[in-house]
């Protein structure tokens, strides 16, 4: 069969013994910081702030002037990443606007060249992250809607003042050189793209498209180094050269957010992006955040079903992450140092159901119920018989009956969370 591969010249992907153990280091990671932040912060409408208010590539051409985060403190945020109980941060290095948040000598149009601020805040970031021992993933869009040779543009990109037609290969070349430096200068752990559905719903649309030659590009990141990371937010089965699988705004598999025809799970590690408000990069307008208790019921339910948690931060023009927003993490970081052993290091369990997920690790399952109104909880349970079911907070044993494979336990008041409320469970 192999012979039969390469006769037909089609590519496979073997990761390095290097990626698999990042790859373990990935899925123990379980929390991660996602960062939307560039020119169009300045604007406070979101990081699609050029299509949605049709901004002609003349005129956003402007804006990165006004980029001038005085207040931006790498460290700070780091630190505010890890006090969160963040393990790695994912920041745009590049999103659909096509302006460059490093120093890219591919084009000039780029935070360092192009801003009054003038420095690298990806560098700043790169040093401040090896200080505090976070890793470092860089957001990358394939869509462009500045380069002049990305085209036809789909449902996005129309009316910006760039022509229908140009020489794509000019943009493929451009695309992999700046994320060749990316991969050559910078210390990460690996690519999170963004932009290919651009043109793939142009494909299903069977209209005429463009191909991004993905294994090409994910040649040339694994040939600078194989123990690099890639996932791409294409809402498609993995395809040959990645190393982990998302799902935007969703669990996976679950399919509620609408994007996909239902992207399967593959056997790749998997991450769950979300907002905190309705809005990735900085929105003056939204104010409309999540609750402490939503967020970490997100976190929870990643983690039962075997995925990492990307929560997504705008910051300020001025460099500063939203107030609201800190807060949220901090709490967040405080409720981890509590029970970060039934999150960190585990992987998806065996039970799940409306009210709850379970988590595992070595023997230990643990059960999060995450309905703080029920008095009992029965469920589905053909497995080996119980050895120990403990709650988690007090390590006291836990009422339970165990009969027709129906595990019932009893949730009594003083025990109740409102979060979440965590059981141990040993198995014989
Ligand atoms: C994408 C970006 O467009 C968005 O700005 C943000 O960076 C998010 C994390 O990723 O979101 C998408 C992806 C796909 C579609 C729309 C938004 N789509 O298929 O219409």
Known sequence: FLNLYVALGQTDYTPSKENLENRAWFQDAKFGLFIHWGVYSTLGDGEWVMNTQKIKTDRYELLPDFFNPQQFDAEAWVKLAKAAGMKYITITTK??????????????????????????????????????????????????WHHPDYYPRGKTGQDLGRPESGNWQDYITYQNAQIKELAENYDIAGFWFDGYWDQNDLKKAGKPYQDFDLEATYKIIHGVNSGLLIGNNHHLAPIAGEDFQMFEKDLPGKNTAGFSEGSQIGNLPLETCETINHSWGFNLQDG????????????????????????????????????????????????????????????????????????????????????????TLSIPFAKKRVKTLSWFDDGKPVKYKLKKNILTIYLDEAHRDAVDTIIKLTLK
């Open 95 to 144: 999103h659909h606007d096509g302006f460059a948040m490093y120093d890219s000598k591919v084009s000039d149009y780029n935070i360092v060249d192009d801003t009054p601020y003038g420095k690298d805040i990806f560098r700043m970031l790169e040093e401040a992250c090896k200080k505090e021992g976070i890793k470092l993933f860089a957001y990358y869009s394939q869509l462009d």
């Open 288 to 375: 409309n955040h999540k609750s402490f208790n939503e967020l970490i019921q997100y976190l929870v339910k990643a983690a039962g079903n075997n995925a990492n948690f990307l929560l997504n931060v705008g910051p300020m023009p001025n460099g500063k992450i939203q107030q609201e927003h800190q807060d949220l993490l901090l709490q967040m970081g405080s409720w981890l140092q509590e029970n970060g052993e039934s999150i960190y290091d585990t992987r998806g369990g065996m039970f799940q159901g409306t009210d709850y997920v379970s988590t595992e690790k070595d023997q230990t399952t643990y059960l999060h119920v995450l309905n703080s109104d029920l008095n």
